[in-house]
């Protein structure tokens, strides 16, 4: 396939040559939360045809973007993950997620699930409050029958790592759906309400429970201009 260039002196454009093809940002997306099989996009990206997705797959690679990598043993499989100068796009992805909530509110494809690495970055990565964090700590997230950890660190402004899996000890336990999660921070729903109907469950000791709501601004979730709720 022919690369297409803006062939324009100019930051944005250039960066745009790189990343502005169909499906490049949503490759980023799911690649922000941990390395993936070639399988494990696939699936995270239904409408996607195969030759599509190998081709951008190579334009990222080319481009230092991403990377192939090996998993050792027993795993031993190749994986795709996000150079250095890939993870540089998660502000620019945390940036566009914040600008279109809003429009998850509008008619048209609204229907479904979200995938489950949209509602981990968009969900909880993009609104995380570095300045809120008080102690180090790892919290459990189960999201549509999987299961990861968000481990915070306080210090120097605070810092999150999502990976999958289940952490040892966890100070608390979050259990809810990616469009729950996602409808929260809409603010189409309201946690007491989401709580009360069983669409939002977080469990632990008092003061966790508080610092994870805290850090991750569940109390203060945007409002949509549009004020109305996701389609079902």
Same mark, same amino acid.
């Given at each position: 396939?022919?690369?297409r260039?803006?062939?324009?002196?100019?930051?944005?454009?250039?960066a745009l040559d790189?990343?502005?093809?169909?499906?490049? =940002?949503?490759?980023v997306?799911?690649?922000?939360?941990g390395?993936?099989?070639?399988?494990?996009?696939?699936q995270? =990206?239904?409408?996607?045809?195969?030759?599509?997705l190998a081709?951008?797959?190579?334009?990222?690679?080319?481009?230092?973007?991403?990377?192939?990598a090996?998993?050792?043993?027993p795993?031993?499989?190749t994986?795709?993950?996000l150079?250095?100068?890939?993870?540089?796009?998660?502000?620019?992805?945390?940036?566009?997620?914040?600008?279109? =909530?809003?429009?998850?509110?509008e008619?048209?494809d @609204?229907?479904?699930?979200?995938p489950?690495?949209?509602?981990?970055?968009?969900?909880?990565?993009?609104?995380?409050?570095?300045?809120a964090?008080?102690?180090?700590?790892?919290?459990?997230l189960?999201?549509a029958g999987?299961?990861?950890t968000?481990?915070v660190?306080? @210090?120097?402004?605070?810092?999150?790592?999502l990976?999958?899996?289940?952490?040892?000890?966890?100070?608390?336990?979050?259990?809810?759906?990616?469009?729950?999660?996602?409808?929260?921070?809409l603010?189409?729903?309201?946690?007491p309400?989401?709580?009360?109907?069983g669409r939002f469950?977080?469990q632990?000791a008092?003061?966790?429970?508080l610092?994870?709501?805290?850090t991750?601004s569940l109390?203060?979730?945007?409002t949509?201009?549009?004020?109305?709720p996701?389609?079902?």
């Amino acid at each position: 396939m022919t690369k297409r260039t803006f062939q324009q002196y100019c930051p944005i454009a250039r960066a745009l040559d790189v990343v502005g093809e169909r499906w490049s =940002l949503l490759i980023v997306r799911e690649l922000l939360v941990g390395p993936k099989r070639y399988t494990d996009l696939r699936q995270a =990206l239904p409408g996607m045809w195969t030759n599509l997705l190998a081709d951008r797959l190579r334009q990222l690679e080319a481009a230092g973007v991403i990377r192939r990598a090996e998993l050792p043993p027993p795993a031993a499989r190749t994986v795709y993950e996000l150079t250095e100068r890939g993870r540089e796009l998660q502000g620019v992805l945390f940036a566009l997620a914040r600008w279109g =909530l809003p429009l998850l509110t509008e008619d048209g494809d @609204g229907d479904g699930e979200p995938p489950v690495a949209t509602a981990v970055v968009v969900g909880l990565r993009a609104f995380f409050r570095p300045e809120a964090v008080e102690a180090d700590e790892r919290y459990e997230l189960r999201l549509a029958g999987t299961t990861w950890t968000a481990a915070v660190h306080g @210090g120097h402004g605070g810092g999150l790592e999502l990976r999958p899996g289940a952490p040892d000890a966890p100070a608390a336990t979050l259990e809810t759906t990616p469009a729950a999660l996602l409808d929260l921070r809409l603010g189409t729903i309201d946690l007491p309400t989401a709580e009360e109907d069983g669409r939002f469950r977080l469990q632990g000791a008092p003061d966790a429970v508080l610092r994870f709501r805290r850090t991750f601004s569940l109390d203060t979730a945007t409002t949509s201009s549009a004020g109305r709720p996701r389609p079902r």
